[in-house]
């Protein structure tokens, strides 16, 4: 069940835009993300890790990512729940190990693809990264508060999304135009 994101609860809200030099038409960032190769997401951040599709039980698709976040080992589970050519709503109870131990956050990822004109459109990355409950329990077992975590947390993506955002942008203009990955960009 979704956790509403609150001032309570927030971790981070990341929000970056890039170019795709790609006419909105030719676009399918739902096609492109569920087909994602592993070495193209490596290739989109240095922080990347590892991607894979996987489904629910129920046959809704899902993007599994692997990456670092700050000082977090982070495993996503996205959930698609909007998969469309020009915007992708994908939801994840991600696991966050580090250091200190394992917990859990929620993060919103949404992808969208907007036209600019005839031949390019902007491609926006907004990343939300909400405490779960046993994320809370976490931190206060260990003595931090949430304002501390939302700082490193928000600094960190902010980060990753500024690294990783113009590289999704070209990865999906590739495809659009040439129906392929591991083009250069």
């Not at 929000?15 to 399918?28: D, F, Y």
């Not at 960032?29 to 592993?38: C, F, K, Q, T, V």
């Not at 409950?133 to 980060?159: T, V, Y």
Request: with cysteine; net charge negative; hydrophobic share 40%.
């Amino acid at each position: 069940m979704e956790i509403t994101q609150t001032p309570e609860n927030a971790l981070s809200a990341s929000v970056v835009s890039a170019i795709i030099n790609a006419p909105i038409e030719k676009v399918n960032i739902a096609d492109w993300l569920l087909n994602l190769p592993d070495a193209e997401y490596q290739r989109c951040s240095i922080n990347h890790i590892a991607a894979g599709v996987s489904a629910t039980f129920d046959g809704t698709p899902m993007s599994i990512n692997v990456e670092t976040i700050g000082n977090a080992l982070v495993v996503q589970h996205y959930v698609a729940t909007v998969a469309q050519p020009d915007y992708c709503r994908m939801l994840s109870v991600s696991d966050t190990i580090t250091a200190s131990g394992r917990s859990k956050v929620q993060v919103l990822w949404e992808l969208r693809a907007e036209r600019i004109d005839d031949l390019t459109c902007r491609y926006t990355n907004t990343i939300h990264a909400t405490a779960t409950p046993e994320f809370m329990a976490f931190i206060k077992e260990h003595g931090i508060s949430l304002a501390a975590a939302a700082q490193a947390r928000q600094e960190a993506s902010d980060a990753h999304n500024r690294e990783e955002t113009p590289n999704f942008a070209k990865s999906i203009e590739n495809k659009a135009l040439y129906g392929q990955y591991n083009l250069p960009f």
